[in-house]
Nanobody, 122 residues
Framework: QVQLVESGGGLVQPGGSLRLSCAAS????????MSWYRQAPGKERELVAT?????NYADSVKGRFTISRDIAKNTVYLQMNSLKPEDTAVYYC??????????????????WGQGTLVTVSS
């Protein structure tokens, strides 16, 4: 079974920075994609950033957030700079992970982290 463990959330003042990490463990053959989502109080969950062959970002975070990954460590990061109060949310790591189920057969699973709370407030 594949698990994602997130870390790095916390309380930060507006204009500050945080770095979120998400490490996958378990039987992993490959990782198709890595993403960060967030859900703010009273709002729908939204895609923040995703990385495959390249990186894509929600308009609201472009220029402020950077998604990156360390393939050898099965880890994805989200560097968040110039944080705003509206960035306050629970941030969830998500990966599409390939696992070998039989010879020549790989199953791709969508796996979610437990969420980490980011609070931007003075």
């Amino acid at each position: 079974q594949v698990q994602l463990v997130e870390s790095g959330g916390g309380l930060v003042q507006p204009g500050g920075s945080l770095r979120l990490s998400c490490a996958a463990s378990g039987s992993i053959f490959s990782i198709r994609s890595m993403s960060w989502y967030r859900q703010a109080p009273g709002k729908e969950r939204e895609l923040v950033a995703t990385i495959t062959s390249g990186a894509n970002y929600a308009d609201s975070v472009k220029g402020r957030f950077t998604i990156s990954r360390d393939i050898a460590k099965n880890t994805v990061y989200l560097q968040m700079n110039s944080l705003k109060p509206e960035d306050t949310a629970v941030y969830y790591c998500q990966m599409v992970v390939g696992t070998t189920v039989s010879a020549g057969t790989v199953r791709f699973l969508e796996v979610w982290g437990q969420g980490t709370l980011v609070t931007v407030s003075s």
